[in-house]
């Protein structure tokens, strides 16, 4: 083989190997059947992360706006000592509570929970 044409070998090699995975790629991908996914009645538990970070109101506004029938079980997960965010958590369920009954989750603090730093 001349100079080039071992470059030009190896560039004619890479791009047809493009070519080949981009085809199996765009063919499994147009095939594939989406799984796990629920239906309209499927419910779906939801984990909500209140803390000392000022962002209570917010969450508690976004999670107002759900159907509670569909999101349940609810895990509360309130930093310790955060009992502000609690009272408002525990509000947030009693009005709520006609539309879904039976459905809130023991609140759970930080310091019931693992804790890893790596500092």
Do not use: W
Not at 34 to 55: E, I, T
């Amino acid at each position: 083989m001349d100079v080039l044409g071992f470059p030009i070998l190896i560039i004619v090699l890479i791009t047809a190997f493009t070519f080949v995975r981009l085809y199996f790629v765009l063919t499994a991908t147009s095939d594939a059947k989406p799984s796990g996914r629920r239906g309209d009645s499927g419910k779906c538990s939801l984990a909500v992360f209140l803390g000392s970070g000022g962002h209570t109101s917010e969450a508690l506004s976004l999670l107002s706006a759900l159907d509670f029938n569909r999101y349940a079980p609810r895990i509360y997960i309130i930093s310790e000592g955060d009992t502000l965010s609690m009272q408002k958590a525990v509000v947030l369920e009693a009005t709520k509570a006609a539309d879904a009954p039976q459905t809130m989750s023991p609140v759970r603090t930080y310091s019931s929970s693992p804790i890893c730093a790596n500092h």
